[in-house]
Every structure is written in C-alpha cells, then in structure tokens.
C-alpha cells in the first residue's frame, strides 16, 4: 500500500540538496504550499532554482516555528532521523517521511529499487541502458542523476530505475518497488549507525519490507548477510538468486565454464564473461543482476546481449582516464568504502599505485591487507588526516607518500609509477575533507592526468 500524499497541503522540505529541491519541485507542481529550509548554507545552483521557482525558503538554520506549521514534512536522506528538527517534528505529530516515498505516492509506473554497499550506481545505470535499448519508456533515479522527485515532476514514465542509499532507504515506510535488488552488504557509513554494521545492514535488507507476492527479490546468493538473513527471514516476493560460486537449481544466474547463466520462465540466456562490457568480479555480479531484472521484463535475448556488451560505465567508477608513458589511470573516486577500493584493486593483475583517503567513515582496512601486500607497489594519502592508512599500510607499503591535493597526487604518482603499472585513484573514504564530492574529486584528477 502507497503512502497517500493527496491530503497534506501544506509542506515543508529539510534540506536543500538534489533531494529537498526535487521534493520542492514535484509538491509545487502539485499545486502545494512549499517552504524549504535547510539547516547549512544552500549551494548556488540550487538557491538560483528555489529563486527562479519562487519557493520561500531560509537557510542557515531552522525556525521550528514555521516548520512547524507543516502537515507534512519531507526530509532529505542525508539528516539523520536524531535530529533536532525531525525529532520536534515526530513529537507534535506532523508526519515526516522521504522525497522518494512522496514521489512514489504519485506515479503508477513500474518501480525497479537497487541497492547494496557496491555496485548500486553501476548496476542501476547499467539496468536503465538495457531497459532504453529495448525500447522501454524508462527514467532511471534517485542517488544516480535526478532525485525521482525531479524527474517524475518533468515526466512521468512507465518505468523508473531507482538507485537507492542506506539513507534514502532508512526513510521508507510505505514504499512498495515491484522489483528490489539487493547487490552486497559490507561496512560502510558507519558513522551514521554509530559504529553499529548490523544496523548497517538491517537498512539495506529493509529494501524487501514492503514487497508481495507479485514482485521480484533479485540477490546476491555469495553475500553471507544477506544469504544468513534469508534464511531466519521470510519474504513474500518471488526470489532470484545470483551467484559466482554455485550452480542454482532455481531461477537466476550462475557462472559456469566461463559464461554467466541466466535462466527466467524457463527460458535460458548465456554470455561469456569476456563478451560483457564491464570487466572483472565486481562487474559480473551487477552484470547478472541487471540481466536477470531484464528477464524478468521480457526483453529479447539479441537485445540484452547487446547492451551488455556495449555499456559504457559510468564515470568516476573505474573509469579509464588515459595511458601516459606506458602507466594507465582510473578514476575510482566513487569508491567511498573499504570494500568498493577491494573490487577495484582485485580487477588489476600489474602493480598498481594506489591514491587513497579522504574522509574516513569508520572503515576497517584490515580486509584490504591481502590485496595491497600482492597488488600496490607505492601509497600515496590523498587527505586531510592519514594517520590511520598510515598505521594500517605503513609496514606494508614502501613508499608511502602525503599530498594535500589531486594535482600533487597525480604528479608524485607519475613519479613513483613506471611502464606497464596502474595509478588507481581509489580512496576508499568520503571526499568532503578536501573536496565537495567525489565527482569534484575525480574531474581534478582527471584533468591533472591529461595534464601530463
């Protein structure tokens, strides 16, 4: 059952971000009362569209007087449910819910949600590029491009493909996807859970809660929390389990002699391994995820092949930038967690000299030991403060090396690096020490390397 947003006039959004600004949006056009505030200063591009649009708005703080006021409140995914403000909110009863669960409430299209700690981003693009070849009116959503918000306010479709955060998902109550992928589960964030991985993970497993019988729960059968969860736990959608290690009797995908197997009402869909688009472990993984989605739709084996075959990923994730004196660079500035650096490092069979830190979210390096001890052969700490890279690669790694910006990085790099090794920016933390984003993050690296 959808949330019904029908009956609430007077609305109130928190934050100003892609979020708050879509849920802004989309309430105007529907012909709501709109104040937007937002508790830090609201960027330009988006202060520019709340003037253009005519929206009141303050910035810089709250006044819990006017909130207050609201008979519903939209509340963007990056404040966390203590605050202040929400708090105030729940105690005088006024109803506080996310810009996807408002948005959802209206539109009947066919909603296909995607999450999981890695590979969300890519395996919902990917999804939407399948889905787009085969002719399909699909809007892919959410933390990848437009806010749903945003894009249902210029159009409604017949589908839409949402990537969907930890944050964006711990702010569902009623929100009801006919389709639900869960990719992986393994730390990150952290300190928005204060330190606690199972409450971690309990926000991504929530992605089943509101799922019936007639919907479809695509997963991956490697991950262990997940697979353990599943087991204590009952869901009511059909499951389809994907998987690198183990032959499936059931519907889903397997590899097996080097080719993925997809197979969905009987029908059965193979490819090789060096036939899909996005290479290495990771990549299989979103690749039979997002096959396994598309089956589920019907689209034409010629068409699926296709489009696995000729995606192109999306930047920052793994993202070839050039070949400077026999050394490749890749832009993995998306990878904000331990984990994301892991897959990034394992697809690399040369040396590598690995750019990594920023912004630390509680991570465990521990996992990574393994990897760097075979695969880097040089660190560079790209942030603010590194003493905790330091202790953990300081033994392991020789040289490692400080630079406080992405220009310095990539020149100490081109340094240290020689003919045939990889200069892998991958930091593993969050960008906001020394950058706005990881997109700021890896545009500088990009164009440091081109610089060359």
């Not at 609430?8 to 056009?29: D, F, M, P, R, T």
């Not at 306010?153 to 589908?159: I, Q, R």
């Not at 997002?290 to 000729?310: M, N, P, T, Y």
């Not at 202790?391 to 020689?418: C, K, R, Y």
Request: charged share 20%; with cysteine; net charge negative.
């Amino acid at each position: 059952m959808k949330f019904s947003a029908n009956k609430y006039q007077e609305i109130v959004v928190l934050g100003a971000g892609e979020s708050g600004l879509g849920a802004a949006v989309l309430a105007q056009k529907m012909g709501r009362k709109v104040f937007v505030s937002d508790f830090g200063q609201i960027a330009k591009p988006f202060k520019r569209q709340l003037d253009q649009g005519g929206f009141s708005y303050e910035e810089g703080g709250h006044n819990l007087e006017r909130i207050l006021l609201a008979d519903l409140i939209i509340k963007s995914p990056g404040i966390p449910e203590q605050a202040p403000v929400v708090m105030a909110a729940k105690e005088h009863n006024i109803p506080v819910i996310s810009e996807i669960e408002y948005a959802a409430s209206f539109t009947d299209a066919f909603l296909i949600s995607i999450t999981g700690t890695n590979g969300k981003t890519t395996t919902t693009a990917l999804t939407g590029h399948i889905m787009k070849h085969a002719g399909l009116d699909v809007c892919v959503a959410g933390n990848i491009g437009k806010s749903f918000a945003a894009a249902l306010a210029e159009s409604d479709h017949d589908y839409f493909v949402l990537e969907l955060s930890s944050f964006q998902l711990d702010g569902l109550v009623a929100f009801h996807p006919n389709m639900a992928i869960l990719l992986n589960i393994t730390p990150d964030h952290l300190d928005r859970y204060n330190n606690s991985f199972d409450a971690y993970a309990q926000s991504k497993l929530s992605i089943t809660k509101n799922l019936t019988a007639s919907d479809a729960f695509i997963y991956n059968a490697d991950d262990p929390i997940i697979s353990k969860w599943l087991d204590a736990n009952k869901i009511a959608a059909k499951k389809y389990p994907f998987s690198l290690r183990n032959i499936l009797a059931e519907e889903g995908a397997f590899l097996e002699n080097g080719k993925i197997h997809i197979t969905i009402n009987k029908q059965i869909f193979h490819m090789t391994l060096e036939q899909l688009a996005l290479q290495g472990k990771h990549n299989a993984y979103n690749s039979m995820a997002a096959g396994v989605a598309s089956k589920l739709l019907d689209i034409r084996k010629e068409s699926l092949k296709q489009s696995l075959s000729d995606f192109q990923n999306i930047a920052h994730r793994l993202e070839f930038v050039a070949n400077v004196h026999g050394i490749a660079y890749y832009n993995d500035s998306k990878a904000t967690s331990v984990n994301a650096t892991w897959y990034a490092l394992e697809t690399f069979n040369r040396p590598v000299v690995w750019i990594a830190g920023g912004q630390d979210k509680g991570n465990d390096y521990s996992s990574l030991i393994p990897t760097v001890k075979q695969k880097v052969k040089a660190l560079i700490c790209l942030g603010a403060d590194n003493s905790k890279l330091i202790q953990v690669f300081g033994e392991l790694i020789e040289p490692i090396v400080e630079v406080s910006s992405a220009e310095e990085a990539v020149m100490v790099a081109s340094m240290l690096a020689t003919n045939g090794d990889v200069v892998l920016l991958s930091p593993a933390c969050a960008s906001f020490d020394l950058f706005k984003n990881y997109e700021e993050r890896g545009d500088i690296f990009k164009n440091a390397v081109k610089a060359l």
